[in-house]
T-cell receptor, first 111, second 112 residues
Framework: GENVEQHPSTLSVQEGDSAVIKCTYS??????FPWYKQELGKGPQLIID?????GEKKDQRIAVTLNKTAKHFSLHITETQPEDSAVYFC??????????FGAGTRLFVKA | NAGVTQTPKFQVLKTGQSMTLQCAQD?????MSWYRQDPGMGLRLIHY???????DQGEVPNGYNVSRSTTEDFPLRLLSAAPSQTSVYFC???????????FGEGSRLTVL
């Protein structure tokens, strides 16, 4: 079945440094790759997404890259700030309406 | 707009009891789904629906039932709760075409 693997499970960076989270997916039919941020006690919220016909997308300090051949996509956060501390999930959506999530990365940004 | 509303926020059950987690959305989204979140395991899809009257199984459907009689509501039923169902449950909806999921605030369930 479909599977999404996410690494690392925990990431600690100094304020101002960059953070990179990597994911791989198994279903070659996947065509939509969102990233969600979850703050304590809240539901996940979309922060950026990318579709299978695009290789890279940026939104201010956040960027996502996609390598369809390798079935690999990554989240890059530059100039990290304490408010970036949260749990981040990657996900892959298949053509059959299922969105499958990675296990999550807990990001700590130290001031 | 309220978005996606889940009730209750907290619930404690004894093994074998039944209950229903309620989910309602006011965005006229066709697609709705239920996930459970466990430490170190991310969000796992339980059941989903692509429209009223249509439901299908996700990754971990055993022990859960769903129905979708209206576009707005998508309740999740536990017929005989087990300790393994202790988790945080999230309902999510999506317009379907874009793929973005809109999540509720979650329901924390403890089964003793």
């Amino acid at each position: 079945g479909e599977n999404v693997e996410q690494h690392p499970s925990t990431l600690s960076v100094q304020e101002g440094d960059s953070a990179v989270i990597k994911c791989t997916y198994s279903d070659s039919a996947s065509n939509y790759f969102p990233w969600y941020k979850q703050e304590l006690g809240k539901g996940p919220q979309l922060i950026i997404d990318i579709r299978s016909n695009v290789g890279e997308k940026k939104d201010q300090r956040i960027a996502v890259t996609l390598n369809k051949t390798a079935k690999h996509f990554s989240l890059h956060i530059t100039e990290t700030q304490p408010e970036d501390s949260a749990v981040y999930f990657c996900a892959a959506k298949t053509g059959g309406f299922k969105t499958i999530f990675g296990a999550g990365t807990r990001l700590f940004v130290k001031a | 707009n309220a978005g996606v509303t889940q009730t209750p926020k907290f619930q404690v059950l004894k093994t074998g009891q039944s209950m229903t987690l309620q989910c309602a959305q006011d965005m006229n989204h066709e697609y709705m789904s239920w996930y459970r979140q466990d430490p170190g395991m991310g969000l796992r899809l339980i059941h989903y629906s692509v429209g009223a009257g249509i439901t299908d199984q996700g990754e971990v459907p055993n022990g859960y039932n769903v129905s979708r009689s209206t576009t707005e509501d998508f309740p999740l039923r536990l017929l005989s709760a087990a300790p393994s169902q202790t988790s945080v449950y999230f309902c999510a909806s999506s317009p379907g075409i874009t793929g973005e999921l809109f999540f509720g605030e979650g329901s924390r369930l403890t089964v003793l």
